[in-house]
């Protein structure tokens, strides 16, 4: 996904640029803040850094990576990622990863609370108590996955109790859901299983979802579509830009 948040950030001004997610298993901590940054430079600081565990233990089989392990090495990643960003030389020893004394230039636009260059992080995740331990250090965000407003301001209360015990202020909340559009060439999907973590219809029935949200407190609702169900056409993601556009001034209005 960085190669075509590359293109996304040259093709745009305004817009904020991120992943959901990258599986923190499939890289190295180093290599892949040195192409974060490289992306938030490119685009003037606005990538968002959208980390998680993932699910397939056919994908860890693969990278030889012990899939009971995902979370412990999820935590150790972040903090030599976050190393990394910091003023050289960076220097970090975890339990699972090593970053030598070096220089690890450039660094990012963005800056933390504390002026230090960082890049916001989102988390999902958080079903477990090491989990939202994780959130609460490490993330800047949480991003949870087909969670309605209610459950996902429950969870954001848990979480900020936490992060002010490792001295953190509030973490942003993301709601993230399925977006199902009545459009021609989309295949409904979104009956049974799908069906809690799902919008469907047409702007104009989901724009009530939008408002329930912002009432709620959510901060930022991402949309995902063609999640489930493979777009027919490059024509057609075009479309939907449109389609959703309605959405998108009822959340700014």
């Known amino acids: 996904p960085i190669e075509l948040l590359a293109f996304v950030a040259a093709a745009t001004e305004r817009v904020q640029i991120g992943t959901s997610i990258l599986v923190t298993a499939y890289y190295r901590p180093l290599l892949l803040a040195k192409r974060l940054t490289t992306l938030d430079i490119l685009s003037g600081g606005r990538v968002i850094a959208g980390l998680g565990l993932g699910w397939s233990k056919d994908e ?42 070096c220089d690890s230039s450039p660094k990012p636009v963005q800056r933390n609370a504390a002026g230090e260059p960082q890049i916001e992080i989102a988390m999902g995740g958080g079903g477990n108590p090491q989990g939202q331990r994780r959130i609460a ?34 973490l942003k909340n993301y709601m993230r859901i399925f977006a199902n559009p009545t459009m021609p060439g989309i295949e409904p999907w979104h009956g049974g299983f799908f069906g809690p973590m799902s ?55």
């Open 60 to 101: 860890y089989d693969h990278m030889d990576t012990p899939f009971t392990q995902r979370g412990a090495r999820m935590t150790d990643f972040v903090r030599a990622l976050k190393a990394c960003w910091l003023p050289d030389p960076v220097e970090y020893h975890g339990e699972f990863f090593d970053v030598p004394k």
């Open 137 to 170: 250090e490490l993330a800047d965000a949480w991003n949870p996955a087909g969670a309605p407003p209610e459950m996902v301001m429950q969870g954001m209360a848990g979480l900020n109790a936490l992060a002010a015990e490792y001295g953190r202020g509030p």
């Open 199 to 253: 919008w469907s219809g047409t702007a104009a029935d989901m724009i009530p979802k939008v408002e329930e949200a912002k009432e709620a407190g959510i901060e930022h609702v991402i949309i995902e579509t063609g999640f489930w169900e493979p777009c027919p056409s490059p024509q057609n993601w075009i479309d939907q830009v449109d389609f959703f556009a309605p959405l998108v001034e009822v959340a700014h209005g």
